[in-house]
């Protein structure tokens, strides 16, 4: 029995030093580097790599086979979906060294990637994204934006709930959980009340 508050399945590797919230679990072969940050509450699927540098923030979801690499951060409750892809690097050669051009990669809160997604590095996705399955992110995605295909472009909003907003006016609210949003100049937030 473990003493750590947090649970790592026997065949994953954590190296030290690094830092991982109360309520995480690791499963099966992941590889969790030294100078990582993964929150609380988190779910790291089996075979997930995370670099050194990474920062995972609360209640996320990264399901089977996604690597972390160097440069990308994810904010509280973001959902990586199987097999998605992060770059760290616009122009990789397998022999010319580029660490030093590593780019950030944020992807804000509430975030959701779909399955075999591939974001490119130096993008930030919006607060409550939601990124189609397979889709290629070359570009920022505004706050609660859906993005699908190669390249990913926009094709409607989503509510935090997660359901698709029908956006036919300034004003809307979701039918499901009755958040009330407003679209202005072609960016969709929270509607003050």
């Known amino acids: 029995m473990s003493d750590k508050p947090y649970f ?3 065949t994953s590797l954590v190296d030290e030093p ?3 919230g109360e309520g995480t679990k690791i499963w099966h072969f992941c590889h969790v580097m030294g100078d990582s940050v993964i929150g609380k509450r988190c779910n790291i699927g089996q075979n997930v790599f995370v670099s050194p540098g990474v920062r995972v ?3 996320c ?3 089977n086979n996604v690597s972390l690499y160097a440069g990308v ?3 509280d409750a973001v959902f990586c979906g199987p097999s998605m892809v992060f770059t760290n690097v616009v122009n990789p050669r397998a022999e ?3 660490r030093d051009e590593y780019r950030r990669t944020l992807v804000r809160r509430g975030a959701s990637i779909g399955a075999n997604a ?3 590095c130096g993008v930030t996705i919006g607060v409550y994204a939601f990124v189609g399955a397979g889709a290629v992110v070359t570009r920022d995605v505004p706050d609660f934006a859906l993005v699908v295909g190669n390249p990913a472009r926009l094709t409607g909003w989503m509510c935090r709930c997660g359901v698709k907003l029908d956006v036919a006016e300034e004003t809307v609210r979701c039918s499901v959980c009755g958040t009330t949003y407003r679209l202005h100049e072609g960016a969709l937030s ?3 009340e």
């Open 61 to 63: 979801k990264i399901q």
């Open 18 to 20: 690094c830092q991982i």
């Open 57 to 59: 923030g609360d209640d």
């Open 96 to 98: 010319v060294v580029r």
């Open 8 to 10: 790592v399945h026997e």
């Open 190 to 192: 929270f509607a003050r």
């Open 73 to 75: 951060i994810l904010e």
């Open 118 to 120: 591939t974001v490119v």
